[in-house]
């Protein structure tokens, strides 16, 4: 079992930053493949980025094209912890954020099938 809690979600205006932080526990960290996930109301939940790391290929990431340049994945092993970097922040940025994870070496994970474990959600909300 892996548990996910997310945190970092607010408010903040249109050009403002915020930093997501999802902490895992319950597995070992280094083999987990990590993404962030958003759901705005009234729509389907969608990819943002993912990240993966192996002894053979290092870190790895994957953004959505919509946040490419905007959004930073990173990892941090010693806390266990995935962050997601999140500047130039626009009002359709706005959503419930999910981090998701899964038990793989194979690089990072775009589609919401592949992930085993969801944190709880955290709200980002980007005002004009």
């Known amino acids: 079992q892996v548990q996910l809690v997310e945190s970092g979600g607010g408010l903040v205006q249109a050009g403002g930053s915020l930093r997501l932080s999802c902490a895992a526990s319950g597995r070992t960290f280094s083999s987990l493949a990590m993404g962030w996930f958003r759901q705005a109301p009234g729509k389907e939940r969608e990819f943002v980025a993912a990240?993966?790391?192996?002894?053979?290929?290092?870190?790895?990431?994957v953004y959505a094209d919509s946040v490419k340049g905007r959004f930073t994945i990173s990892r941090d092993p010693a806390k266990k912890t995935v962050y997601l970097q999140m500047n130039s922040l626009q009002p359709e940025d706005t959503a419930v954020y999910y981090c998701?994870?899964?038990?793989?070496?194979?690089?990072?994970?775009?589609?919401?099938?592949?992930?085993?474990?969801w944190g709880q959600g955290t709200q980002v909300t980007v005002s004009s």
């Open positions: 998701a994870a899964v038990q793989s070496f194979r690089g990072p994970k775009v589609m919401l099938s592949e992930y085993d474990y």
């Open positions: 990240i993966s790391w192996s002894s053979w290929t290092g870190t790895n990431t």
